[in-house]
Nanobody
Framework: VQLQASGGGLVQPGGSLRLSCAAS????????MGWFRQGPGKEREFVAA????????YYGDSVKGRFTISRENAKNAVYLQMNSLKPEDTAVYYC????????????????WGQGTQVTVSS
């Protein structure tokens, strides 16, 4: 499985961005996909996850109510709509995939994309 993340950039506080992650290769192996992020000097943390069917979603406490994860079957893609962005959302965002069911921990994800930088600053 190969994952390609895109959509990062510079945005002002209160603004919005949408990240995309396209999956290719042995996608039949995927049970769920997720987004994680790693801010400057911080550990990588869970942001959101969605089952491959799209029926189940999970969010980290710091993004609940502001971020929305979704997927598009036709494009084998997962999206992360980020609204009301804050400076503390600044991080490299990674998409990941797993064949072990929807999870919220790094160790549950086997395949990782290359990351896309999101910077929230005025």
């Amino acid at each position: 499985v190969q994952l390609q993340a895109s959509g990062g950039g510079l945005v002002q506080p209160g603004g919005s961005l949408r990240l995309s992650c396209a999956a290719s290769g042995s996608i039949f192996s995927i049970d769920a996909m997720g987004w994680f992020r790693q801010g400057p000097g911080k550990e990588r943390e869970f942001v959101a996850a969605i089952s491959w069917s799209g029926s189940s979603t999970y969010y980290g406490d710091s993004v609940k109510g502001r971020f929305t994860i979704s997927r598009e079957n036709a494009k084998n893609a997962v999206y992360l709509q980020m609204n009301s962005l804050k400076p503390e959302d600044t991080a490299v965002y990674y998409c990941a995939a797993t064949n072990g069911g929807v999870g919220v921990h790094i160790f549950e994800y086997y395949w990782w994309g290359q990351g896309t930088q999101v910077t929230v600053s005025s």
